[in-house]
């Protein structure tokens, strides 16, 4: 068995770092890619971010894969890219993403669940209500586009009154196959 040291510590806290991932992303790693490969009490270990003594001859083993694993491109606590292209947010720029957003009466939420994955979609839930509020300076450019097309994808929704007051919500784009009958 191999004996744990803090070198073996440090050597995994230095591929954490660069790869810009926590013990928890490690753990999740573990879990979804190589399960059978680790004891359960390890990835167990891991998804609570604890450290993984007890586990040495492990070491090797998470150390191989998080070498594979690619540089951060992020800024570490940003949830934007370096490598991103960016454009200035101007006020016309929040104007159209609103005027979207009514025309489609989708929620922030809606649109990010539907752009994102689970792991990414609060930040960019948060992103976009930042641009939503203009409260940022510049935006990812490609990012923007993706939004923007995607709301402009969605039906126009036209809310009517009916006769007993409520507001009744109509897809004016696409009618029900029974109403053209």
């Known amino acids: 068995m191999i004996r744990y040291d803090q070198w073996m510590l440090d050597e995994i806290q230095k591929e954490l770092e660069r790869t810009g991932r926590s013990l928890r992303d490690l753990g999740q790693l ?6 059978g490969s680790f004891a ?6 891991l998804l609570n971010n604890r450290p993984i003594f007890g586990f040495e001859s492990a070491v090797p083993q998470v150390l191989a894969i998080l070498g594979d694993l690619p540089d951060a491109t992020e800024k570490p606590g940003s949830t934007y890219s370096y490598s ?5 947010l101007t006020p016309d720029m929040v104007k159209a993403i609103n005027a979207e957003f009514d025309r489609t009466q989708q929620a ?13 979609f609060a930040a960019r839930n ?10 940022v300076e510049t935006v990812p450019t ?24 409520s507001q009744q919500i ?7 196959p029974s ?3």
């Open 40 to 45: 359960p009490l390890l990835i167990r270990a």
């Open 30 to 35: 573990l879990a979804k890619e190589h399960r």
């Open 179 to 181: 109403k053209t009958k």
């Open 170 to 176: 109509a897809n004016t784009k696409t009618d029900h």
């Open 126 to 135: 948060n992103r976009v209500g930042r641009w939503r509020r203009g409260d």
């Open 108 to 120: 922030t939420g809606n649109v990010a669940r539907q752009l994102t994955d689970q792991e990414t």
């Open 142 to 165: 490609e990012e923007w586009y993706a939004v923007m097309a995607f709301l402009a994808a969605l039906p126009e929704v036209v809310k009517s009154k009916t006769s007993s007051g």
């Open 84 to 88: 991103t292209n960016r454009a200035a």
